[in-house]
């Protein structure tokens, strides 16, 4: 689903307008046909801005998607979404995000960074759902275009992806390469935006990407926290940065007086006790020799143990190393004990690539049966509850059943549905909603029924969901441009 975050993260920091730039010169050149100033001019509205857009604002991101900014398209594909100052219209919805995703994409091949990063955060949010490795290696090609076009945000996502192995081969050498560019290109901006300094220096803190350097990760967030200053941002986030890092070096290679009491307890098995401990040696923060091999020997004692959360602390402190099958063995270990999401964690890593890994049909089917053996009590409880009457539960199993957040092939549309119209029957707001999107949309099975669509709104408005109550009125038509 669509939401003001995501579109968010297709606009990035194209906010609102430079405090130069005169609003009356903005709708001047909007009606004159230019895409980008009408969009512009949109974002920084105040109604806007708290996220309370009107018609007026509106009609400004038809006419800048209409002359072919696919922000506004973004934009517009949100609001009809979310039923943003028009009624909620799945089909509009649908016509925009793939008019605005066309946009990027073009854009993008003809030379534009912003472009491509927006097509990157647009395709992302559509289909992260999916967790499949064709959709991520879109991401990532966007990405590396992005940073080859000069964005330094474009060359950080790509080296993160390469880092990590989002759907694409783990290569550390060439992430390293994009990293460099990444800070390069950032020491320029933290000349005027803090949070960019920000950026910098925790890039050179473990886990950053670069090289670990305290002396310029304190040097980059001694900047931004200056620059917090002067611009006298309420936000004060960087200097509190700045005072947890200064805090931390001054214990760097200094024993705590916990030590010996974090050493005694993890000992006795106290699982708290050895995380904290593994942290402070992996860090060496806190103790006088920085050990990370020990930090991994004691969270694996422990794992073995069957102590969930070590566990879990364990895969991430290898996929931290790169050790990417250690972590996916960390995580089934978890998952072999009581934590079902860890399973649901595993098997998504095999589905999308995910670190590098390899297609492993047979190690994903176990993840996803472990999950279903996990889940099984409860899910009798919420079929006893819903048989009792509780709409809640008659919900929550109907959205256990939704097959687009299963495994291909492991969801019921049909059993879903019909645990839904249980919950809509018994007056819950929420599962009318759904089954009235589901219907306008199209989705599963049920081909698309506004009759039927318009039917579970009204259904969802008598339900008490206001913002439903909406679509069962007339669609005002938005200005023509």
């Not at 100052?85 to 073009?106: I, N, S, T, Y």
Request: charged fraction near 30%.
């Amino acid at each position: 689903m669509l939401t003001m975050i995501a579109v968010a993260l297709v606009l990035g920091t194209l906010g609102a307008p430079s405090p130069w730039q005169d609003d009356a010169e903005l709708q001047a050149g909007c009606d004159k046909g230019v895409a980008a100033d009408c969009t512009t001019l949109g974002l920084g509205r105040g109604s806007y801005l708290a996220g309370k857009p009107t018609q007026g604002d509106l009609a400004l991101f038809t006419r800048g998607c209409d002359l072919g900014d696919g922000r506004s398209c973004w934009v517009l594909a949100t609001a009809y979404e979310s039923g943003e100052a028009v009624p909620r219209d799945h089909g509009r919805a649908k016509a925009f995000e793939g008019r605005a995703a066309a946009l990027f994409q073009m854009g993008c091949a003809a030379g534009s960074a912003k472009d491509c990063m927006s097509g990157a955060a647009a395709h992302h949010n559509v289909t992260a759902w999916r967790s499949r490795r064709a959709d991520l290696e879109k991401v990532t090609r966007y990405h590396i275009r992005a940073c080859e076009l000069g964005d330094p945000g474009g060359c950080y996502s790509a080296a993160f992806d390469l880092d990590q192995g989002r759907a694409v081969p783990v290569d550390r050498a060439r992430a390293g390469e994009f990293w460099r560019r990444a800070a390069a290109g950032y020491e320029k901006g933290c000349e005027t935006n803090p949070e960019v300094c920000d950026v910098l220096g925790e890039m050179y803190q473990p886990g950053g990407g670069l090289p670990v350097d305290f002396a310029k990760a304190l040097a980059w967030t001694e900047k931004g926290c200056a620059l917090e200053k002067k611009t006298g941002a309420a936000n004060t986030s960087l200097c509190d940065d700045l005072a947890r890092l200064q805090r931390d070096l001054r214990r760097k290679g200094t024993p705590s007086p916990q030590l010996v009491g974090l050493e005694k307890d993890c000992a006795a098995g106290k699982a708290r006790a050895c995380a904290a401990l593994s942290h402070m040696l992996e860090s060496g923060f806190g103790v006088e020799v920085v050990d990370p091999d020990r930090a991994r020997r004691l969270l694996s004692e422990h794992c073995a143990g069957e102590k969930i959360e070590l566990c879990l602390e364990l895969a991430d402190l290898e996929a931290r190393r790169h050790d990417f099958e250690a972590a996916l063995t960390s995580l089934e270990k978890a998952c072999t004990g009581v934590d079902a999401e860890s399973c649901r964690s595993v098997a998504n890593k095999l589905r999308s690539g995910s670190w590098g890994l390899k297609d492993d049909p047979a190690r994903e089917a176990k993840a996803w049966n472990r999950y279903d053996a996990l889940r099984q009590p409860m899910l009798q409880a919420q079929d006893a509850a819903c048989e009792k009457g509780l709409a809640k539960d008659c919900f929550e199993r109907g959205k256990a059943w939704d097959p687009r957040w299963q495994q291909e092939g492991r969801g019921d549309g049909k059993k879903m549905v019909a645990y839904l119209e249980r919950a809509c029957d018994l007056k819950l707001a929420q599962s009318c909603r759904w089954l009235a999107d589901l219907y306008d949309d199209g989705a599963l099975h049920l081909g698309r029924d506004s009759a039927k669509a318009l039917s579970y709104s009204q259904k969802a408005c008598d339900a008490g969901d206001r913002q439903t109550c909406a679509k069962a009125m007339p669609a005002p038509s938005l200005p023509k441009s």
